[in-house]
C-alpha cells in the first residue's frame, strides 16, 4: 500500500490558460435545410455555387468528344444577422449529360432545385435529330438559393448545358457563362433539330431563365448550340466580394462561416506528479454546447498521441471540474495539451503543460530532484541498500533503509551530477 503522505505529494508546471476567445466555424451544405444562427453570431459570409451542367453528347461517326457545360453562377456575400435567424439553404442539382449516338431522343434532363417553389430548375437538353445516330443537349444546371428567414437574398444560376454533337468533329458548341432572359421562370429547353443532328444545350435556372441553345449547320447536319447561365442575384448583403461564375462539375454548394464564441471557456490545466502516475486536472468557468476533451501528450511538444477522454458537461455556466490519470507517463519529459471538441465536431487546443519525470524508478522514489540545500527525501517500497556515485563512478555514500520515507542530508557533497542507486536500478540527482 502507498503511505498517504505520498498521495499528497505534487511535484508540477501549471499555467492558468483559456482558449481563444473567438474561433472561426465553416459549414458546407449540397442538399437542402436551415440553420439557425447561434447565439454570439451577429455576421456570417455565404458563399454559393449553382448546379453544374451536363455535357453535350457525343456522335461517334467523326471523332468522339463532348462539348463541355458552361461556367456555373458563384456568389460570395456578407450579410448581417441577429441570433435565431432561420437560413434556408437549397443547393441546386446537376444537369444529366446529353446521350450519345442517339436517334429522336438523348437530351439530358436539367438540375431539379430544391427551393419550394420549383422556379429555379434547369432546362432540359434537345433531343437528337430522328435521323442518324448524334448526341441530345446537356441539361442545364439549377440555380442554388439562399434565404434568411424566408426572404430570398442569393441566387447563384444554374451552368447551361453543352450543345449535342453532329457528325463533325467539334461540332457541338459548350455552354455560354452569359445570361440572356427569356422571360420564363424555367430553363428554355434546347432546340429539337429535325432530320440528323445533334441537340441544343438547355439553359441554366436563375433568377430569370436563360435561353436554351438553338442548332446551328454543321457537314450538312445540325449541331446543338450550348445554352446560357442562370442569372444571380443578391439583396441586402453588406457586403459582395463576388457576384460572377466559377468553373464547377457537381451539383450546388453552398458555405456559411462565422465566428462565434468557443463553446468552453477554460480556466486553468494542471499536471502533478503523484508517485507513479501524473494526474492531470483541469475547470471550466462556462460551456455551451460541449462533446470531449481528449488528452494529448508528447515527448518533445511536436509529434501528439491521443492517450484518454474525457465526456464534457455539455451545458453550463458555473464551475466544472475534471481529471485524468495518466498511468504511464513517459520517462523524462511529459508534454500534455487538452483538445476540446463540440457537437458541431469543431475543436480548439489549450496551451501546454509540461512535466518532468525522472524522480521514481523500481523501488526508489526520490524529490525534490533537483536537490535543493542538500536536502533530499528517500521513499523506498521494500528495504534496500542505496549507494550515491559522481559521473565519475566513484561511490560518494552508501546506507542501508528500512522501508519508507527518510530524510537524506546531501550537503556534505559538491554541486553538480549524481546517481544514487537501489538494486540494479538508479536515479540521475541534481544538487544544487
Excluded at 472561426?24 to 447561434?38: A, D, E, H, I, R
Excluded at 453528347?57 to 448581417?80: E, H, L, P, R, W
Excluded at 471538441?341 to 496551451?351: A, E, G, I, P, Y
Aim: aromatic share 8%; net charge neutral.
Amino acid at each position: 500500500m502507498i503511505p498517504f503522505f505520498l498521495k499528497s505529494i505534487i511535484l508540477s508546471f501549471f499555467f492558468f490558460i483559456s482558449f481563444n476567445s473567438f474561433g472561426q466555424t465553416t459549414n458546407t451544405y449540397t442538399t437542402s435545410t436551415t440553420w439557425v444562427v447561434p447565439l454570439t453570431v451577429t455576421s456570417i459570409v455565404i458563399k454559393v455555387h449553382g448546379g453544374g451542367g451536363g455535357t453535350g453528347g457525343q456522335d461517334c461517326g467523326a471523332g468522339c468528344s463532348n462539348s463541355a457545360a458552361g461556367q456555373t453562377g458563384y456568389v460570395n456575400a456578407s450579410f448581417a444577422v441577429t441570433p435565431g435567424d432561420v437560413i434556408g439553404i437549397y443547393p441546386g442539382g446537376k444537369g444529366v449529360n446529353g446521350g450519345n449516338s442517339v436517334s429522336g431522343t438523348g437530351g439530358g434532363s436539367g438540375g431539379a432545385d430544391t427551393y419550394p417553389s420549383l422556379n429555379f430548375n434547369g432546362g432540359t437538353g434537345g433531343n437528337a435529330g430522328s435521323s442518324g445516330s448524334s448526341g441530345g443537349g446537356g441539361g442545364g444546371g439549377a440555380a442554388s438559393v439562399v434565404t434568411i428567414n424566408s426572404v430570398i437574398r442569393i441566387v447563384a444560376g444554374g451552368a447551361a448545358g453543352g450543345g449535342g454533337m453532329a457528325n463533325l468533329a467539334g461540332s457541338g458548341l459548350p455552354g455560354n457563362s452569359t445570361t440572356s432572359s427569356n422571360g420564363l421562370n424555367n430553363g428554355g429547353n434546347g432546340t429539337t433539330p429535325g432530320g440528323d443532328g445533334g441537340g441544343g444545350g438547355a439553359s441554366g435556372g436563375g433568377q430569370f431563365a436563360s435561353v436554351g441553345g438553338g442548332v446551328h449547320a454543321a457537314g450538312g447536319e445540325s449541331a446543338g448550340n450550348g445554352g446560357f447561365r442562370g442569372a444571380n442575384a443578391i439583396t441586402t448583403a453588406s457586403l459582395v466580394t463576388t457576384n460572377g461564375t466559377i468553373a464547377w462539375a457537381n451539383g450546388g454548394q453552398i458555405a456559411i462561416t462565422f465566428l462565434s464564441t468557443l463553446p468552453v471557456q477554460l480556466l486553468d490545466f494542471k499536471a502533478s506528479k503523484q508517485i507513479r502516475n501524473v494526474v492531470l486536472t483541469w475547470s471550466t468557468a462556462s460551456e455551451q454546447n460541449a462533446k470531449d476533451f481528449i488528452i494529448q501528450r508528447s515527448k518533445n511538444g511536436q509529434q501528439w498521441d491521443d492517450i484518454g477522454s474525457v465526456t464534457a458537461i455539455g451545458n453550463s455556466t458555473t464551475r466544472q471540474d475534471y481529471e485524468f490519470t495518466d498511468q504511464n507517463p513517459l520517462s523524462n519529459s511529459n508534454y500534455y495539451r487538452l483538445q476540446q471538441r463540440d457537437q458541431d465536431h469543431n475543436f480548439l487546443f489549450s496551451k501546454i503543460v509540461v512535466l518532468q519525470n525522472s524522480g521514481i524508478v523500481g523501488n526508489l522514489f526520490v524529490y525534490p530532484n533537483p536537490v535543493i540545500n542538500g536536502m533530499m527525501t528517500v521513499w523506498l517500497q521494500e528495504a534496500s541498500e542505496i549507494a550515491i556515485y559522481n559521473v565519475s563512478g566513484a561511490r560518494m555514500m552508501q546506507q542501508k533503509f528500512t522501508a519508507g520515507k527518510h530524510l537524506v542530508n546531501l550537503s556534505h557533497l559538491p554541486k553538480g551530477n549524481y546517481y544514487i542507486r537501489s538494486g540494479g536500478e538508479g536515479i540521475k540527482i541534481l544538487l544544487q
